[in-house]
């Protein structure tokens, strides 16, 4: 192929970037230069001419954000990161890509890498983080700005490539864009035709532009990705002027641009190019520098990004001055949330209860907790992929998020799972303090996962309201009825899972999640009604685990339940007590907090030297045995539900205080 | 709203449909009437006027293929299956409406009830079920078909909802539906307006006609759904005269058309009518008939389905007669796989291994058996969500399933895992004997989980081909490394989940999951190399757990290990044995499989005298303990991976022969 050479300060910026990454993939034998090397001018075009950004400091508030979403391509990302002068990737740090311990690693990490806004690399994901990103910062600028004084007011750019376009998440979340209207989110499409199974054309021929337009997106297409960078350029700025829509920019690349023999194949995609192959390609774009030497004038040029940014963010600086001394109310709520202060007394009115008071499903407790932290705590945000009276997730008074109502907090995500998740996470990433939840039924957390996984990767404070957590849900059966979800989610590193046993554990359950903002939690909650309990409080949840009913001193046999469990557990325990046996009623709202407690606060509920143990969870018994060891068992379900009422659903399985009790004495 | 009485034979057929939702919805007071009530003009339109099946035989080959991806609508599909004569819906199993161990649950379960092609409910799968279902028939069609005899003719039908629209599951398939033009597949849209969350213009403003056009499918829209049933049965033609396009029908509907007061509401969604509106219904409707009372001229026109349907089966038994004597080894080949046989001598080439062999990545096993058994398996037919080459799931030789090409049986999913997933679920669900396998990185199984938890519920036996299966895939990082996914694979029912070790144990694992035709099975397998076993046979994987290397007698400590850290448990049994320890190696690369065995068995193997016991595992620890109990212990991670060369990460993270042996001795 013919390609463009070295001749101006623009395609020696480009080449800069495609050297940096080729290098730097070539020295890992690892990596994906195919993206960098047909990206580097799109980049360059939104990264020099536009992306607002101060280099000196990532985490400025009102900086353009910008998501990788194609994220195996992540040496663009480190290149423009060092190129426009961060601290956080030297040229040292490039030369350790993908070495222990780096900051380069494989994929874009957030918490790795200053400057890297969200960790990529699961595609399709991305984009939808960036419509969570746009939907923060549309939210944000209706609740602060004012007509003279504009505090929030950024773009969110993406690179998305074929492979985001092709799952699923990313038309969830791109048809939720359209409907919100986000004119704020533009993406460029790097259009190159080759995944890794080869030509798009074995798979991929839909027309995604067409696709986009009807989401309600605003599209344009440049036909030379490879060397309009004016172009690119215009057409980002045609997208910035279309303020009532997202819009997506297909740029036509040839990935791997400039390499002789690989360009435009899917052998460019994902291993390095060789030595041999580099020299070529060195010669083809007229590149006269060495291994990870990037000339004086290119840094010159690039590094002006510092002087813009440093500009940029005085002028907000002013800005925010301003708005302090003419809004000082609102100045110092916009702060505290950036400061990630949370309100005092935003727990103030989480309810307590005592056994006398009513029983109600953990769903309804839950909703009371939202409607009580509510209107404390303004910057919890969020709703459900519609099933808003199923999950309770709406708080009263509170209206749609939606185009032209952004203020508004109540999030309809559709019938969306994973994009709303992806969603979630965008909105934790936007790092202004909102406090995002979303709720389905605990079975569709399936549906989810890739998403959830990335909330506790990134360490995203994101609470998941999911309902219906058991056979107990009854009619809607097998397909609806959550079996080893439990299992699925507790085995995810950094994820807090709890399932709460009654009023006083949800009010605690939420204390948990709220104050937890690095760290994602589920809430798995009951479509039915269960007994409130004397010996609950908010407060112990924070152990994860805790005696709820004592036995006198060390107890022969111990019942350990969660949930809708525990008032069964409680029930067995009385007809055990009754007939003489000494037994202690261990409540585990969640497994995670309590392994995290010290030795003997573990020991204290759960003595070593007390072996007769019984689990009672209505969910797998996958993962129970760390406490029942080779002498406990579990009251658990290892097969799918039926359909059938939530009651006798329970009875047939076992869920019975005979079956409990049974099961109990045969321990011995 | 004005009503269409109940005047004609058309309108007493389809108020049939409607009265026996309301009636049955009302008496289990749970369900879903808005459904059935909106869609019973275009589903007596499908089923009466075009639909090919015979109620006498719902397992007849050549069916038209029928899919509610709006699964909660069930009491549509049991209505239909009453009403055209299936044996398997009854009145009274309508009267037993998701009642325990009825056979009409809550949501449709292919394998509760005749005539329910596949299970539905989560929403989004089925459209995506339904592509697979005509990607078999358009498959077999080219297999065996003759330019005189077609065996293979049938279409696909599917009733989708908004809902069903807004799951990124059904846009990744209808893309690779359109990509593949498969012109046999015909969706109708129940257009209504209405989800849980009220009005879809909450959430879900797009264009889905353009989209789908966008797609490459062939789109039309009928306005009226409510009574132009001519107009639904000619757009439905028009479909099927387009036959290189899949077609997408949206129909204008109200949901819970006939009641006056909840119609067009979200509130006859998901909830029973109730008494008093069902009578009101009933008056509008202009219905004179009882509860559960279905007029006798409505059975006998509906009935004519099982006359149709038995004189379509002939005329199919004529030609199959026909094929035989003309094409005997066609059609002995044809019967042989629609037995569900598999062919003698299948996996008469899968090889074997001693450990002088050369140790390879279990993948590369893998892609050996496959190309071991694809020759003499041609239901065998399958691929990867572009990763072909990382995942070697090609055969040699085959080419890929394309449009004109459909004979050919390798899969290019594209980046589209669920759909993949759900498409596997399809071809399975066809019931012609097809083998489907797909791959992607075991990580990514996070994204497909929803159907994968089909594949298991709906006794599919889907081969997963999972590769890269621990932080031994190195560089690319923590968002591809899994540490908790064997677990989440693990917890479900019915799924086998199968780890090899070596080259035997990978022949193994695909003797098992072959030979389980109503099981899934995931093999998780490895990027990089492991030896050969000396103790390892294929024959051996079917007990799930072995002893590998056995002690002299009853061994003080058992080493369990799975994959890639064998190798590394007999390395350090090796040199605890020189240090005199009495050690056993158990390879334990199917717990499922294990725990079937009986209990002489597995105590043969896991002396449940011997506590000291320690599992290694490139994976979390979570339900391990199930053999370790309180007094052994596991090497594995807890926590998520890092981007470095594969062996470093297995280093840092304690998977060295030192580690493992200091494990070990710490146990006394």
Same mark, same amino acid.
């Given at each position: =192929?013919?390609?463009?050479?070295?001749?101006?300060i623009?395609?020696?910026?480009?080449?800069? +970037?495609?050297?940096? !990454?080729?290098?730097?993939?070539?020295?890992?034998?690892?990596?994906?230069?195919?993206?960098?090397?047909?990206?580097?001018?799109?980049?360059?075009?939104?990264?020099?001419?536009?992306?607002?950004?101060?280099?000196?400091?990532?985490?400025?508030?009102?900086?353009?954000?910008?998501?990788?979403?194609?994220?195996?391509?992540?040496?663009?990302?480190?290149?423009?990161?060092?190129l426009?002068g961060?601290?956080?990737?030297?040229?040292?740090? +490039?030369?350790?890509f993908?070495?222990?311990?780096?900051? @380069?690693?494989?994929?874009?990490?957030?918490?790795e890498?200053?400057?890297?806004?969200?960790?990529?690399?699961?595609?399709?994901?991305?984009?939808?983080?960036?419509?969570?990103?746009? =939907?923060?910062?549309?939210?944000?600028?209706?609740? &602060?700005?004012? *007509?003279?004084?504009?505090?929030?007011?950024?773009? @969110?750019?993406? +690179?998305?490539?074929d492979?985001?376009?092709?799952?699923?998440?990313?038309?969830?979340?791109? *048809?939720?864009?359209?409907?919100?209207?986000?004119?704020?989110?533009?993406?460029?499409?790097?259009?190159? $035709?080759?995944?890794?199974?080869?030509?798009?054309?074995?798979? &991929?021929?839909?027309?995604?532009?067409k696709?986009?337009?009807?989401?309600?997106?605003?599209?344009?297409?440049? !036909?030379?990705?490879?060397?309009?960078?004016?172009?690119?350029?215009?057409?980002?700025?045609?997208?910035? !002027?279309?303020?009532?829509?997202?819009?997506?920019?297909?740029? @036509?690349?040839?990935?791997?641009?400039?390499?002789?023999?690989?360009?435009?194949?899917?052998?460019?995609?994902? %291993?390095?190019?060789?030595?041999?192959?580099?020299?070529?390609?060195?010669?083809?774009?007229?590149?006269?520098?060495?291994?990870?030497?990037?000339?004086?004038?290119?840094?010159?040029?690039?590094?002006?990004?510092?002087?813009?940014?440093?500009?940029?963010?005085?002028?907000?600086?002013?800005?925010? %001055?301003?708005?302090?001394?003419?809004?000082? %109310?609102?100045?110092?709520?916009?702060?505290?949330?950036?400061?990630?202060?949370?309100?005092?007394?935003?727990?103030?009115?989480?309810?307590?209860?005592?056994?006398?008071d009513?029983?109600?499903?953990?769903?309804?407790?839950?909703?009371?907790?939202?409607?009580?932290?509510?209107?404390?705590?303004?910057?919890?945000?969020?709703?459900?992929?519609?099933? @808003? $009276?199923?999950?309770?997730?709406?708080?009263?008074?509170?209206?749609?998020?939606?185009?032209?109502?952004?203020?508004?907090?109540?999030?309809?995500?559709?019938?969306?799972?994973?994009?709303?998740?992806?969603?979630?996470?965008?909105l934790?990433?936007?790092? *202004?303090?909102?406090?995002?939840?979303?709720?389905? &039924?605990?079975?569709?957390?399936?549906?989810?996962?890739?998403?959830?996984?990335?909330?506790?990767?990134?360490?995203?404070?994101?609470?998941?309201?999911?309902?219906?957590?058991?056979?107990?849900?009854?009619?809607?059966?097998?397909?609806?009825?959550?079996?080893?979800?439990?299992?699925?989610?507790?085995?995810?590193?950094?994820?807090?899972?709890?399932?709460?046993?009654?009023g006083?554990?949800?009010?605690?359950?939420?204390q948990?999640?709220? !104050?937890?903002?690095?760290?994602?939690?589920?809430?798995?909650?009951?479509?039915?009604?269960?007994?409130?309990?004397?010996?609950?409080?908010?407060?112990?949840?924070?152990?994860?685990?805790?005696?709820?009913?004592?036995?006198?001193?060390?107890?022969?046999?111990?019942?350990?339940?969660?949930?809708?469990?525990?008032?069964?557990?409680?029930?067995?325990?009385?007809?055990?007590?009754?007939?003489?046996?000494?037994?202690?009623?261990?409540?585990?709202?969640?497994?995670?907090?309590?392994?995290?407690?010290?030795?003997?606060?573990?020991?204290?509920?759960?003595?070593?030297?007390?072996?007769?143990?019984?689990?009672?969870?209505?969910?797998?018994?996958?993962?129970?045995?760390?406490?029942?060891?080779?002498?406990?068992?579990?009251?658990?379900?290892?097969?799918?539900?039926?359909?059938?009422p939530?009651?006798?659903?329970?009875?047939? &399985?076992?869920?019975?205080?005979?079956n409990?009790?049974?099961?109990?004495?045969?321990?011995?």
């Open positions: =192929m013919v390609v463009a050479p070295t001749t101006s623009d395609t020696l910026c480009v080449n800069s +970037i495609r050297f940096l !990454a080729i290098d730097a993939i070539n020295k890992s034998n690892s990596g994906h230069p195919g993206l960098p090397m047909g990206c580097a001018p799109m980049a360059y075009a939104l990264w020099d001419k536009i992306l607002r950004h101060n280099p000196r400091n990532p985490k400025w508030f009102n900086r353009d954000r910008f998501v990788l979403s194609a994220g195996h391509g992540c040496m663009l990302l480190y290149a423009l990161l060092h426009t961060y601290d956080s990737v030297t040229l040292d740090d +490039i030369k350790q993908r070495q222990w311990g780096s900051r @380069t690693p494989g994929h874009p990490e957030t918490f890498t200053a400057g890297v806004e969200v960790t990529t690399g699961p595609l399709g994901q991305g984009i939808a983080n960036a419509v969570g990103l746009a =939907m923060a910062e549309a939210h944000l600028a209706a609740k &602060f700005n004012k *007509s003279d004084v504009k505090l929030v007011d950024h773009y @969110t750019y993406v +690179i998305m490539g492979g985001c376009h092709q799952e699923g998440v990313s038309g969830e979340a791109a *048809s939720l864009a359209g409907h919100l209207g986000l004119g704020k989110l533009i993406a460029l499409y790097d259009d190159n $035709h080759i995944t890794i199974d080869g030509n798009t054309n074995v798979s &991929f021929t839909e027309d995604v532009l696709r986009y337009e009807a989401y309600g997106w605003h599209v344009q297409h440049v !036909a030379d990705g490879n060397t309009d960078i004016d172009g690119i350029a215009r057409a980002i700025e045609a997208a910035k !002027a279309v303020t009532d829509k997202p819009s997506l920019i297909k740029v @036509t690349t040839t990935i791997g641009y400039g390499s002789p023999n690989k360009a435009d194949t899917a052998g460019v995609h994902g %291993a390095a190019l060789g030595a041999e192959e580099a020299a070529l390609t060195r010669e083809a774009l007229g590149w006269t520098f060495g291994a990870f030497e990037v000339p004086q004038d290119a840094y010159d040029h690039w590094r002006q990004a510092v002087s813009r940014g440093e500009a940029a963010e005085a002028v907000w600086n002013g800005a925010l %001055a301003d708005y302090r001394a003419k809004y000082p %109310a609102e100045a110092a709520e916009f702060e505290r949330r950036l400061r990630g202060e949370l309100p005092s007394g935003w727990d103030a009115n989480l309810p307590g209860y005592s056994a006398d009513k029983g109600l499903a953990t769903r309804q407790h839950s909703y009371n907790c939202l409607n009580a932290i509510g209107p404390n705590l303004p910057e919890l945000i969020g709703g459900s992929a519609d099933l @808003t $009276h199923s999950n309770l997730t709406d708080i009263k008074g509170e209206k749609g998020f939606q185009k032209g109502a952004e203020a508004n907090r109540y999030l309809h995500f559709g019938v969306r799972e994973h994009a709303m998740a992806s969603i979630l996470n965008g934790a990433y936007h790092g *202004s303090g909102l406090v995002p939840y979303g709720g389905t &039924f605990l079975v569709f957390a399936g549906y989810a996962l890739g998403a959830i996984r990335l909330s506790a990767l990134s360490e995203l404070g994101v609470i998941y309201v999911f309902t219906h957590d058991s056979i107990g849900l009854g009619e809607d059966g097998p397909t609806h009825q959550p079996i080893e979800t439990l299992a699925n989610l507790r085995a995810i590193p950094n994820l807090l899972v709890i399932r709460p046993g009654d006083n554990e949800t009010s605690g359950a939420y948990v999640a709220v !104050a937890n903002r690095k760290r994602p939690t589920v809430l798995a909650l009951s479509r039915q009604a269960m007994a409130n309990q004397a010996g609950s409080s908010p407060a112990a949840v924070a152990r994860g685990g805790y005696t709820l009913e004592d036995s006198n001193g060390t107890p022969e046999l111990i019942l350990i339940a969660s949930g809708t469990e525990l008032e069964l557990a409680t029930k067995a325990a009385a007809v055990l007590r009754g007939e003489g046996r000494n037994v202690r009623v261990v409540s585990m709202p969640c497994v995670e907090l309590f392994e995290e407690q010290d030795e003997a606060y573990r020991e204290s509920v759960l003595p070593a030297a007390v072996r007769k143990r019984l689990v009672i969870e209505a969910s797998s018994s996958f993962g129970w045995h760390k406490y029942t060891g080779f002498e406990g068992d579990t009251v658990s379900i290892d097969r799918f539900g039926a359909s059938a939530g009651p006798l659903c329970l009875e047939k &399985f076992g869920f019975t205080v005979d409990v009790v049974a099961k109990a004495k045969a321990l011995g």
